[in-house]
T-cell receptor, first 113, second 112 residues
Framework: DGGITQSPKYLFRKEGQNVTLSCEQN?????MYWYRQDPGQGLRLIYY???????QKGDIAEGYSVSREKKESFPLTVTSAQKNPTAFYLC????????????FGEGSRLTVL | SQQGEEDPQALSIQEGENATMNCSYK?????LQWYRQNSGRGLVHLIL?????REKHSGRLRVTLDTSKKSSSLLITASRAADTASYFC????????????FGKGTKLSVKP
């Protein structure tokens, strides 16, 4: 079945550690996105990539990094510079650059201890 | 940057009743989309309405768009307990490179 797979589902991290969240899609979509969701809040855009080997910062990119070496993969690294990393992280993809619906993964919940 | 704002923040109804959620936005849009999120899960796309459309239907869902008031509504008819979820509107603006801006959502609870 085509879709987006995020892993891990739950992740615990100590302060000062970097962690990488995986996002893989087999939908042959060009564009991929990372969002952060805090309780009772909407989604805020962290980074997005519209084509392989290219990505742009979203509204809250500070403390995060990404790579897009393959069309299918868009991993997100939460670095120690992110001051409040505990959140629910959602990866999404889209089939065309300018219009259309987003397809989401099931999310990764990161908790900093 | 927050574009859409849903109203109400929370809604509790009985099974069989209709549920109406509203979304207001600030700038001109190419389209407006509604998504559903079950607790702890990813979002699922429900419906997309373009800026030149005024109403759209999909099953028990009815979406309206009023670009003069910069607002949209989502109506779920004959609600079921399985409709319990959070509902988000998202807008795509002309200058946003196709990126969507999400509101904070309406949390719908349908009691059996």
């Amino acid at each position: 079945d085509g879709g987006i797979t995020q892993s891990p589902k739950y992740l615990f991290r100590k302060e000062g550690q970097n962690v990488t969240l995986s996002c893989e899609q087999n939908l042959n979509h060009d564009a991929m996105y990372w969002y952060r969701q805090d309780p009772g809040q909407g989604l805020r855009l962290i980074y997005y990539s519209q084509i392989v080997n290219d990505f742009q910062k979203g509204d809250i990119a500070e403390g995060y990094s990404v790579s897009r070496e393959k069309k299918e993969s868009f991993p997100l690294t939460v670095t120690s510079a992110q001051k409040n990393p505990t959140a629910f992280y959602l990866c999404a993809s889209k089939s065309s650059r300018n219009t259309g619906e987003l397809f989401f993964g099931e999310g990764s919940r990161l908790t900093v201890l | 940057s927050q574009q859409g704002e849903e109203d109400p923040q929370a809604l509790s109804i009985q099974e069989g009743e209709n549920a109406t959620m509203n979304c207001s936005y600030k700038t001109s849009i190419n389209n407006l989309q509604w998504y559903r999120q079950n607790s702890g899960r990813g979002l699922v796309h429900l419906i997309l309405i373009r800026s030149n459309e005024r109403e759209k239907h999909s099953g028990r869902l009815r979406v309206t768009l009023d670009t003069s008031k910069k607002s949209s509504s989502l109506l779920i008819t004959a609600s079921r307990a399985a409709d319990t979820a959070s509902y988000f509107c998202a807008t795509e603006n002309g200058g946003s490179q196709g990126n969507l801006i999400f509101g904070k959502g309406t949390k719908l609870s349908v009691k059996p």
